[in-house]
């Protein structure tokens, strides 16, 4: 007996027992439901594997039942054929442009559904291996996060500013997708970096920023074996660079950056400056603007960006990711709904103390504020302030 599992949707009851009996005969697990109303109800609840759907229904017919599905990132994947007794060209080229994943003509020939099903079920395994595979990128990324309390949902507000940008700029649905892939994973390669580097209390020496310097790369590589990633490794390694060239890895400068790295610079540095950290409060959102934009006038982000970023926030396209924000810092935070300020000093993330009138303990580098800044601590301030390279 097969675990996998087919919904057949179709209106006339002679065709839904057809089905249901060819189906378990092969050892699959069949379910047939009479509309695609009832369809979406029971997909709320139950995930196949692949889906019949008759195009020819009262209601919300195939077609439409197919595009919605797709439109739909938790059933776009799952293999869809069309069954229709409609068989023209135009038919087809209908049923491609809505999405279907194939074609089947009534009467329906008993070698070509099995022989369909087949091929369409092997399909939906290497996908789901794949997304198996991306899961534990997913996890990689999501445990670098936790060991900091204080960054607990940083990458999902992330993805959720970065996204926002994209569809602002009218950029298509690949690119979005790499842009929610990389609020979560522009940092997994810190996992190459040793935890007595990321979470040293002091500065760190110039040996030790080389090691930290790395992990864009090491994020890249460790992405790279993925094709479904490809995207996503521009992100990955330059969200460090700088408009002006200052940046690393590759010191890449101006258009040179890819876009989507500038974006998620900009959604990073404005949830880093926005953030409760344990030694003080956020600043507000208008503060964290103002700090944006007189980074982007000293060469370090792209102004064009920043002030679309400032126009998406005076329209409140980022309130349930500022809502989400936790009261203390070190309970974490709660889940985000639909959808910083300098770190403190610590080597976790590239931090510098120096004293007024001393040195520095260990070299600084062009950083990006909220990830690997330098710090300045002057003993009259009542904390850290970010001291912008």
Not at 152 to 159: G, I, K, N, P, V
Request: with cysteine; charged share 25%.
């Amino acid at each position: 007996m097969s675990d996998r599992t087919i919904l057949v949707v179709d209106d006339e009851e002679a065709n839904r027992e057809f089905f249901i009996s060819v189906l378990r005969a092969e050892g699959y697990c069949a379910i047939a439901v009479a509309s695609a109303r009832d369809a979406l109800g029971l997909l709320a609840c139950v995930t196949p594997d692949l889906l019949l759907v008759d195009v020819m229904m009262p209601g919300m017919d195939g077609l439409d039942f197919c595009r919605l599905l797709k439109a739909e990132e938790a059933t776009r994947l799952i293999p869809l054929v069309l069954v229709t007794a409609l068989d023209g060209a135009e038919d087809r080229v209908r049923g491609i442009e809505a999405g279907a994943d194939d074609y089947l003509a009534k009467p329906v020939r008993l070698m070509e559904l099995r022989a369909r099903v087949r091929s369409l079920l092997r399909m939906k395994q290497y996908v789901d291996q794949l997304e198996n595979a991306e899961a534990v990128l997913f996890s990689l990324a999501l445990g670098v996060e936790a060991k900091d309390p204080g960054l607990e949902h940083h990458c999902a507000r992330l993805a959720h500013y970065a996204t926002a940008l994209g569809r602002a700029l009218g950029l298509d649905a690949e690119t979005l997708e790499a842009l929610r892939r990389g609020g979560v994973l522009h940092d997994v390669g810190k996992i190459g970096v040793p935890d007595a580097i990321l979470f040293k209390a002091g500065g760190l020496t110039s040996d030790e920023w080389q090691v930290m310097r790395e992990h864009p790369v090491i994020g890249e590589r460790i992405c790279r074996p993925l094709r479904s990633m490809q995207g996503v490794l521009p992100i990955i390694r330059h969200h460090h660079e700088r408009w002006n060239g200052s940046g690393y890895p590759d010191g890449l400068a101006g258009p040179a950056i890819p876009l989507p790295a500038r974006i998620l610079q900009v959604a990073d540095v404005f949830d880093a400056l926005t953030a409760t950290r344990p030694y003080r409060g956020p600043l507000t959102p208008e503060e964290a603007v103002r700090v944006l934009r007189q980074e982007a006038a000293e060469g370090s982000w792209d102004r064009d960006l920043v002030e679309l970023f400032a126009r998406l926030l005076s329209a409140g396209l980022f309130a349930g990711a500022a809502a989400s924000r936790p009261s203390d810092p070190v309970r974490g935070m709660p889940p985000l709904g639909p959808g910083g300020a300098p770190r403190p000093p610590r080597g976790g993330e590239n931090a510098r103390l120096e004293t007024r009138g001393g040195p520095a303990p260990g070299p600084a580098a062009p950083t990006t504020p909220g990830e690997d800044a330098p710090r300045t601590y002057r003993p009259q301030d009542p904390e850290p302030i970010l001291c912008v390279a």
